[in-house]
């Protein structure tokens, strides 16, 4: 698990640009999203692991007790336990993905598709000579949907960090 956090994303880039051609994903937003609903990155596996150790034994043998088998256990309490967790893994998921200039380049290649990080960058053009106020003014609106985002998931964020890191 820490030898793959440790791998730098640039060391996978062409496997996967290879398997995302084969499956014909070059040039949609696909390659951008489908990998990270099914955690992808160590960090975020990491990081829940982390989060549904911490939990006490004792709910589970108590759940076992009362008549629970596995599944019915992880669907009424592990899954609603983990929340704060599984929120903060997908707001950092989104502003990670939000902001990834370099897989947006990789990946997408019509202008028609270009995601705002892409748009930002036709701000400035090879000259040198850029649109300072529309640039700022598309920077901030870039900027809203995470820091919404945040806002209304700010005690779930802060809630998975804190309890992700302490030992039970």
């Known amino acids: 698990m820490l030898m793959t956090l440790m791998l730098p994303f640039h060391v996978t880039v062409i496997?996967?640009?290879?398997?995302?051609n084969r499956f014909?994903?070059?040039n949609t937003?696909?390659?951008?999203?489908v990998p990270k609903f099914f955690a992808?990155?160590?960090f975020?596996?990491?990081l829940i692991v982390q989060f549904i150790r911490s939990l006490p034994k004792e709910l589970d043998q108590a759940a076992k007790i009362d008549g629970c088998g596995p599944i019915r256990m992880y669907g009424y309490l592990i899954v609603p336990l983990t929340l704060p967790a599984l929120i903060t893994t997908a707001i950092f998921t989104f502003i990670w993905t939000w902001?990834?200039?370099f897989s947006q380049l990789l990946y997408i290649s019509g202008i028609q598709l270009y995601t705002v990080a892409l748009g930002l960058r036709m701000f400035t053009d090879s000259s040198g000579e850029s649109s300072w106020g529309a640039l700022f003014a598309m920077s901030i609106l870039t900027l809203v949907p995470v820091f919404v985002m945040f806002i209304f998931a700010q005690r779930y964020l802060i809630?998975?960090?804190?309890?992700?890191g302490i030992k039970g």
């Open 24 to 26: 014909g994903w070059i």
């Open 40 to 42: 992808v990155e160590a």
């Open 159 to 164: 809630e998975g960090i804190a309890a992700g």
């Open 99 to 101: 902001n990834d200039f």
């Open 29 to 33: 937003y696909l390659p951008l999203t």
């Open 44 to 46: 975020f596996v990491f």
């Open 15 to 20: 496997p996967q640009y290879i398997m995302f």
